[in-house]
């Protein structure tokens, strides 16, 4: 007995619990309505207004969420597209790909292992703390300190001393001429940031205080991360925005629908959406040709693929073009180991033997190889992204043709990471960037003791190359010397280049001033809202 | 019945340390690595090592665990290696988003589903019961993010809406929080409908044909009073669990939903959380899953015993 009044309590609680609940879900329901027409009509009424009466805030949606603030420790692109609004190095790539100079006012060069940066004077750390020479001093330290375990820390390893030379002189000293250092200074994880705010929070994932024209605000972990305007910063009428929030959005349709409403700003897309965006009103795409590249790598240790003929059949075998047209919707270039979009540096690669797509000669060299029937091969590729995978199965149709039969592993991309780091497949495709100096491409990648050469690839030729052009610098002379080494990479295949795509962002048509480009992705200092 | 309950939770240590060391070695065992993720092609094998001291993943396997589990034990569950983030306080804030999300796609469900289960049983093989049928194995078999996909295609496209960008709390903002939760809470109800409509109607069905129904009809009750005073709560054993389980699983988080919604839920910092290779925070989310996990079937076992008194706990 005692028992069933307590079921007739739970059961009344339960119908009454119902009956609240089926109230609240209809209210929204009807909340819902009356927000959209709201929203609907400020939007209208915002159009017609002049630009001063909007509120200059922009929306933009992330794809990934932030891994992190701090800009020594942090590569991903989720976090460099926030914390390069926050912070500033000494020089920067203008849309020409030329250096030109950021808290450094200008630069000099009393000799070929000598660089003398004088700094604007005056620039503060949003934590309101004069920026000196010594913030220079110390923060090139902290990259190059092992205990830092910064990603970057290769760009700089030929730093031999800093020297400060008054508060906004400062001197770095190399070990040896680098061609390469001033556009490594322009990398983004070469910016300067203040002393006691590292020392205070251990490092700078969590807060983050640069000198730039956005100031950090709030970070809610898988939510948003919100910017607003330095309304100290040295540069007159700069930014032209008041705040900046980030969204994460991980899923393309929501991006996609949250754009067409205009609930975002701003968002990347890939190709495939940004063909549907295409004559949506009120929404505009800007491309821009990528620093990107696609690549087949080889293990050139692997029992077959450590015969260059074997390399340079397959090389023939592949349709780059086809690549482009399919798995990149005909928005792409096809590309050597250096980018188109680095200007001057990367060549021409049409008329090169080894693109010329010649099945017959494919073939001859197998056959030259001691594979005329061809062989089984595995190509491994990351699953999380649609392009290498469509690369992936073209290759291997493409392959089939010189008897070449390839099977596809996909894996995940923490696994793929793993696999790449260990060159534990036959064949790999994945994607690279160019980084901001040809050197990146070049050497990084491919000389026998370069750090990401994970290919086992080796050439004592190339090697000499590589080297001397870090040391020249004489800007033609430098060039030559990489085009000779572009020719004998292509010619020792240790992979296959492939095509460099387009990068496609959708904003609103109310932002005005947006201009991407291929260094710099997502500049906002004089961007508005109209 | 206290002894019981007392039982049971002494029962959590060995399914908590079983999962512990599970998840424990599963991370381990995968392949990628943690510092290579985070530093990127550029690192440096110097960074990398450094990076692996820093989490201590250079000890063995035996103090690692010794390691994290003193801590658990303490509440204190590290900090993220991402983010350096403290992993607890980060994993109840995200359950807060998960459990507004379960409880009111469980109501959606309930309401729905409970009413049409017992109508549909009790007028079986009319059209109304085949109605009944092919909507509820619909809402079984059609998957979650097809569903949400296609909701927010319609919206977006018909109606020119979509939901607001970026979560806020309940208390912040009661109304834009409910315009949030309420698209997800749709797709995830609708499921869970479809499994506990048919469970209600399979199950007042079989109640229905027992002889004390006929009994209690042959003493002249109404129908009304046959259905709810009697068969419904004879039904409800099986209906409960099928949703105890159900919520026990969308307390650990609705990995799909939350993402194709961003909704920072558990399910969201798990996903997150295992792409980066985040062993920390993998370990103490799944952790922390498993105990809310047991702790709702718990709580269900203990329903049992209120609504049908037959069952007690010794």
């Given at each position: 007995?005692?028992?069933?009044?307590?079921?007739?309590?739970?059961?009344?609680?339960?119908?009454?619990?119902l009956?609240?609940?089926?109230?609240?879900s209809?209210?929204?329901?009807?909340?819902?309505?009356?927000?959209?027409?709201?929203?609907?009509?400020?939007?209208?009424?915002?159009?017609?207004?002049?630009?001063?009466?909007?509120?200059?805030?922009?929306?933009?949606?992330?794809?990934?969420e932030?891994?992190?603030?701090?800009?020594?420790?942090?590569?991903?692109?989720?976090?460099?597209?926030?914390?390069?609004?926050?912070?500033e190095?000494l020089?920067?790539f203008?849309?020409?790909?030329?250096?030109?100079?950021?808290?450094?006012?200008?630069?000099?060069?009393?000799d070929?292992?000598?660089?003398?940066?004088?700094?604007?004077e005056?620039?503060?750390?949003?934590?309101?703390?004069?920026?000196?020479?010594e913030?220079?001093?110390?923060?090139?330290?902290?990259?190059?300190?092992?205990?830092?375990?910064?990603?970057?820390?290769?760009?700089?390893?030929?730093?031999?001393s800093?020297?400060?030379?008054?508060?906004?002189?400062?001197?770095?000293?190399?070990?040896?001429?680098?061609?390469?250092?001033?556009?490594?200074?322009?990398?983004?994880?070469a910016?300067?940031?203040?002393?006691?705010?590292?020392?205070?929070?251990?490092?700078?994932?969590?807060?983050?205080?640069?000198?730039?024209?956005?100031?950090?605000?709030?970070?809610?972990?898988?939510?948003?991360?919100?910017?607003?305007?330095?309304?100290?910063?040295?540069?007159?009428?700069?930014?032209?925005?008041?705040?900046?929030?980030?969204?994460?959005?991980?899923?393309?349709?929501?991006?996609?629908?949250?754009?067409?409403?205009?609930?975002?700003?701003?968002?990347?897309?890939?190709?495939?959406?940004?063909?549907?965006?295409?004559?949506?009103?009120?929404?505009?795409i800007?491309?821009?040709?990528?620093?990107?590249?696609?690549?087949v790598?080889?293990?050139?240790?692997?029992?077959?693929?450590?015969?260059?003929?074997?390399?340079?059949?397959?090389?023939l075998?592949?349709?780059?073009?086809?690549?482009?047209?399919?798995?990149?919707?005909?928005?792409?270039?096809?590309?050597?180991?250096?980018?188109?979009?680095?200007?001057?540096?990367?060549?021409?690669?049409?008329?090169?033997?080894?693109?010329?797509?010649?099945?017959?000669?494919?073939k001859?060299?197998?056959?030259?190889?001691?594979?005329?029937?061809?062989?089984?091969?595995?190509?491994?590729?990351?699953?999380?992204?649609?392009d290498?995978?469509?690369t992936?199965?073209?290759?291997q149709?493409?392959?089939?043709?010189?008897?070449?039969?390839?099977?596809?592993?996909?894996?995940?991309?923490?696994?793929?990471?793993?696999?790449?780091?260990?060159?534990?497949?036959?064949?790999?495709?994945?994607?690279?960037?160019?980084g901001?100096?040809?050197?990146?491409?070049?050497?990084?990648f491919?000389?026998?003791?370069?750090?990401?050469?994970?290919?086992?690839?080796?050439s004592?030729?190339?090697?000499?190359?590589?080297?001397?052009?870090?040391?020249?610098?004489?800007?033609?002379?430098?060039?030559?010397?990489?085009?000779?080494?572009?020719?004998?990479?292509?010619?020792?295949?240790?992979?296959?280049?492939?095509?460099?795509?387009?990068?496609?962002?959708?904003?609103?048509?109310s932002?005005?001033?947006?201009?991407?480009?291929?260094h710099?992705?997502?500049?906002?200092?004089?961007?508005?809202?109209? | 019945?206290?002894?019981?309950?007392?039982?049971?939770?002494l029962?959590?240590?060995?399914?908590?340390?079983?999962v512990?060391?599970?998840?424990?070695?599963?991370?381990?065992?995968i392949?990628?690595?943690?510092?290579?993720?985070?530093?990127?092609?550029?690192?440096?094998?110097?960074?990398?090592?450094?990076?692996?001291?820093?989490?201590?993943?250079?000890?063995?396997?035996?103090?690692?665990?010794?390691?994290?589990?003193?801590?658990?034990?303490?509440?204190?569950f590290?900090?993220?290696?991402?983010?350096?983030?403290?992993?607890?306080p980060?994993i109840?804030?995200?359950?807060?988003?998960?459990?507004?999300?379960?409880?009111?796609?469980?109501?959606?469900?309930?309401?729905?589903?409970?009413?049409?289960?017992?109508?549909?049983?009790?007028?079986?093989?009319?059209?109304?019961?085949?109605?009944?049928?092919?909507?509820?194995?619909?809402?079984?078999?059609?998957?979650?993010?097809?569903?949400?996909?296609?909701?927010?295609?319609?919206?977006?496209?018909?109606f020119?809406?979509?939901?607001?960008?970026?979560?806020?709390?309940?208390?912040?903002?009661?109304?834009?929080?409910?315009?949030?939760?309420?698209?997800p809470?749709?797709?995830?109800?609708?499921s869970?409908?479809?499994?506990?409509?048919?469970?209600?109607?399979?199950?007042?069905?079989?109640?229905?044909?027992?002889?004390f129904?006929?009994?209690?009809?042959?003493?002249?009750?109404?129908?009304?009073?046959?259905?709810?005073?009697?068969?419904?709560?004879?039904a409800?054993?099986?209906?409960?669990?099928?949703?105890?389980?159900?919520?026990?699983?969308?307390?650990?988080?609705?990995?799909?939903?939350?993402?194709?919604?961003s909704?920072?839920?558990?399910?969201?910092?798990?996903?997150?959380?295992?792409?980066?290779?985040?062993?920390?925070?993998?370990?103490?989310?799944?952790?922390?899953?498993?105990?809310?996990?047991?702790?709702?079937?718990?709580?269900?076992?203990?329903?049992?015993?209120?609504?049908?008194?037959?069952?007690?706990?010794?």
């Open positions: 007995m005692f028992k069933k009044q307590y079921m007739y309590v739970l059961f009344i609680a339960l119908i009454l619990l009956a609240a609940c089926s109230n609240e209809s209210e929204t329901e009807e909340g819902n309505d009356t927000t959209t027409e709201t929203e609907n009509e400020s939007e209208e009424s915002v159009s017609e207004e002049t630009a001063s009466d909007v509120e200059q805030v922009i929306k933009i949606a992330n794809d990934q932030p891994a992190g603030l701090d800009p020594h420790k942090t590569p991903a692109a989720s976090s460099i597209r926030v914390y390069s609004k926050i912070y190095g020089v920067t203008d849309e020409n790909m030329e250096v030109e100079g950021q808290l450094a006012e200008s630069w000099e060069q009393p070929d292992t000598t660089y003398l940066f004088n700094l604007i005056g620039v503060q750390f949003h934590n309101g703390r004069e920026m000196t020479a913030d220079v001093k110390y923060s090139f330290e902290r990259i190059l300190d092992e205990e830092t375990a910064s990603h970057i820390a290769s760009y700089f390893a030929g730093i031999e800093i020297e400060v030379l008054g508060d906004y002189q400062v001197q770095f000293k190399l070990a040896e001429p680098d061609a390469t250092f001033l556009s490594n200074l322009t990398h983004s994880g910016v300067i940031v203040p002393q006691e705010v590292v020392e205070e929070n251990g490092d700078l994932q969590q807060v983050a205080v640069g000198t730039g024209p956005f100031v950090f605000e709030e970070w809610v972990p898988d939510n948003s991360v919100t910017l607003t305007k330095n309304e100290n910063y040295y540069l007159d009428g700069i930014p032209k925005l008041n705040r900046i929030e980030y969204y994460t959005m991980l899923e393309e349709a929501s991006r996609l629908s949250a754009i067409r409403t205009g609930e975002i700003d701003m968002t990347t897309v890939n190709a495939q959406s940004a063909e549907l965006l295409s004559g949506q009103e009120g929404v505009e800007k491309d821009y040709q990528s620093l990107e590249y696609s690549y790598g080889f293990n050139v240790e692997h029992e077959i693929l450590s015969d260059v003929k074997v390399r340079q059949a397959l090389s075998a592949t349709n780059r073009q086809e690549i482009v047209d399919i798995a990149w919707k005909g928005e792409g270039l096809v590309t050597g180991p250096i980018a188109p979009s680095m200007a001057d540096w990367s060549i021409d690669v049409e008329a090169h033997e080894l693109y010329s797509n010649d099945v017959d000669k494919a001859e060299l197998l056959a030259e190889a001691g594979y005329a029937d061809g062989f089984d091969i595995t190509i491994t590729t990351a699953s999380s992204y649609p290498m995978v469509d992936a199965q073209l290759l149709q493409q392959w089939k043709e010189i008897g070449v039969n390839a099977e596809i592993q996909q894996v995940e991309w923490g696994e793929y990471i793993d696999i790449w780091s260990n060159t534990s497949a036959d064949i790999l495709v994945g994607r690279n960037g160019s901001s100096d040809p050197d990146r491409a070049m050497n990084y491919f000389h026998t003791e370069g750090s990401a050469n994970v290919w086992n690839f080796s004592d030729e190339y090697d000499t190359l590589v080297e001397e052009a870090r040391r020249t610098i004489d800007l033609d002379a430098r060039k030559e010397i990489y085009v000779e080494a572009q020719n004998l990479l292509l010619e020792l295949s240790p992979n296959l280049f492939m095509v460099s795509p387009k990068n496609y962002v959708a904003v609103r048509d932002v005005v001033d947006y201009v991407p480009y291929a710099s992705t997502e500049d906002l200092d004089e961007v508005f809202k109209k | 019945m206290f002894t019981y309950v007392i039982r049971r939770i029962m959590l240590v060995p399914v908590l340390f079983g512990s060391v599970l998840i424990f070695l599963v991370m381990r065992i392949p990628g690595d943690v510092a290579q993720t985070i530093l990127g092609t550029d690192a440096t094998p110097e960074a990398l090592q450094q990076l692996r001291e820093d989490f201590g993943l250079n000890l063995p396997l035996h103090i690692q665990y010794f390691n994290w589990m003193s801590g658990v034990l303490t509440l204190d590290g900090e993220s290696m991402r983010t350096g983030k403290e992993i607890l980060d109840l804030s995200r359950f807060t988003v998960t459990f507004e999300l379960t409880l009111i796609s469980a109501l959606i469900a309930w309401i729905i589903a409970i009413p049409m289960g017992i109508i549909a049983a009790m007028k079986r093989n009319s059209n109304t019961d085949f109605g009944v049928r092919i909507v509820s194995l619909l809402g079984v078999s059609f998957p979650n993010f097809a569903l949400a996909t296609i909701i927010i295609l319609v919206l977006a496209l018909v020119s809406y979509s939901p607001p960008v970026g979560y806020v709390g309940f208390f912040e903002d009661p109304f834009k929080n409910l315009e949030i939760m309420i698209i809470a749709i797709v995830m109800g609708t869970m409908a479809g499994a506990v409509m048919r469970m209600t109607r399979s199950s007042v069905l079989e109640i229905l044909m027992q002889d129904i006929r009994t209690i009809r042959a003493k002249g009750a109404k129908e009304r009073v046959v259905i709810f005073q009697h068969a419904l709560k004879n409800m054993i099986p209906i409960l669990t099928i949703i105890g389980l159900q919520v026990g699983t969308l307390l650990g988080g609705a990995v799909i939903v939350e993402q194709i919604f909704l920072p839920g558990l399910g969201q910092l798990v996903l997150t959380a295992i792409n980066q290779r985040d062993f920390m925070v993998v370990q103490g989310s799944v952790l922390f899953i498993a105990f809310i996990f047991v702790l709702v079937n718990l709580l269900i076992d203990i329903l049992y015993a209120y609504i049908d008194p037959r069952i007690s706990y010794k």
